[in-house]
């Protein structure tokens, strides 16, 4: 597991998994040892099950300290209060205070905005006949869309990308390159929120600082983690959907034509459970973030100790098939699809809304403007991140018929 032909196609070695070892001990790249839940329902009852702590303090080793459970560089740069991290009461608290920006009026309200980015980074290339969509489609249009909810001035957010890019390559860039990012961005975040005292506006982190100042006790830290982690997970998540999803649709040409119906049709119904497919098939996540056993405990029959990491393989749950017909068939028109793509429970992904929002406009503008995109490279030419929690293409070249004008 985890190797470089794993991360091209894990399903084969998930579905063993499920079969034979549905809860599964093993040692992960960076040593340590954790437990791996890979059937549907194990999974649901695992993700919503309060006796598993995010809270690292709760591991029964000090690897959380040495950076190697969690987010590479959080711990050293004080951005470990986030929502990933913590559990209720915290978790409940600051959940709330976030949640204010994601509600589906808000998240409406930013479509027109969306249209315009992935209008804008389709002209940079149309005219060319060819691009790679990971890093001129699908990474740039998440990284302005989060920096624009969280109110980071245009003039910085290419800074955001430099640093986003580099925890987006994770152990392809240079050593320690992940930790001076995070390192980079915390200071820019401290920095930006002192600005922004001075001047609130309609963004998030003025939301987050208006918050606190009324006495929902908001410390500076913890306003920096929670836009450290929007980005983070904002970010990476929406680039693998729009990627893995662009991917999915090229080779399943059948799939691809539905789609490009639906679009032309303004069938948004079909369009919305052809995005909630896509999840499904290939999502972005392909295991949860990490819990820890704060008790002995049990799940699919295995006994769990105090301490002990447990990770939810969600690309697994989402291919069982005793919940989903035929799941290894991408089928845009699913409608029983309750997939675990974004979590369950109280972890769900607060900007699943928006990312939703993002792949489905990303989509449409992408295969309703260049209707003859066509992959430009073999699928087994291809490289993945296989990183622990996300699973995408690293890059994902195309062509098409140059649009002029």
């Not at 905005?113 to 002209?123: F, G, Q, S, T």
């Not at 001047?199 to 606190?212: F, H």
């Amino acid at each position: 597991m985890f190797s470089h032909e794993f991360a091209t196609d894990p399903y084969p070695a998930y579905a063993w998994l499920r079969e034979h070892a549905p809860v599964h001990r093993t040692v992960l790249p960076s040593g340590v040892e954790a437990w791996l839940v890979t059937r549907y329902e194990d999974a649901r009852e695992t993700l919503a099950d309060p006796r598993l702590s995010k809270n690292p303090v709760h591991h029964s080793e000090a690897a959380h300290g040495k950076g190697k459970v969690g987010i590479p560089g959080e711990r050293s740069a004080n951005l470990m209060t986030h929502l990933l991290n913590i559990d209720p009461p915290d978790h409940t608290r600051l959940r709330r205070l976030v949640s204010k920006a994601f509600t589906p009026r808000r998240v409406a309200a930013f479509e027109p905005r969306v249209r315009e980015l992935a209008d804008r980074l389709i002209d940079g290339f149309a005219a060319r006949g060819s691009a790679d969509l990971i890093h001129e489609f699908a990474f740039p249009l998440p990284i302005h869309a989060i920096c624009d909810m969280l109110g980071v001035p245009a003039e910085d957010q290419d800074d955001f990308r430099d640093w986003a890019g580099m925890m987006l390559r994770h152990g392809g860039g240079p050593r320690g390159g992940v930790g001076r990012a995070v390192k980079r961005m915390r200071a820019y975040l401290a920095d930006l929120i002192h600005r922004k005292r001075g001047d609130l506006g309609e963004d998030l982190i003025s939301g987050l600082i208006r918050a606190s100042d009324h006495g929902e006790h908001l410390t500076e830290n913890e306003a920096a983690a929670m836009a450290f982690i929007l980005l983070f997970a904002g970010f990476e998540t929406t680039v693998n959907l729009i990627g893995n999803g662009t991917y999915a649709l090229l080779r399943h040409p059948g799939q691809r034509r539905l789609f490009q119906e639906a679009s032309a049709a303004g069938d948004t119904a079909l369009l919305q459970t052809a995005v909630e497919e896509l999840l499904r098939y290939d999502g972005p996540v392909e295991l949860a973030t990490w819990r820890f056993a704060t008790e002995p405990m049990e799940i699919g029959g295995q006994r769990i100790a105090t301490g002990d990491p447990v990770l939810v393989v969600l690309a697994a749950a989402d291919r069982d098939p005793s919940r989903f017909a035929d799941p290894d068939t991408l089928d845009l028109t699913r409608g029983d699809n309750p997939h675990l793509g974004y979590g369950h429970g109280i972890h769900y992904c607060l900007g699943a809304p928006l990312a939703r929002l993002e792949g489905r406009i990303a989509l449409t503008a992408l295969l309703g403007r260049l209707p003859d995109l066509r992959l430009a490279a073999e699928p087994a030419d291809l490289r993945w991140r296989g990183g622990l929690i996300m699973r995408g293409l690293r890059e994902l070249p195309v062509e098409f018929d140059p649009v002029r004008g």
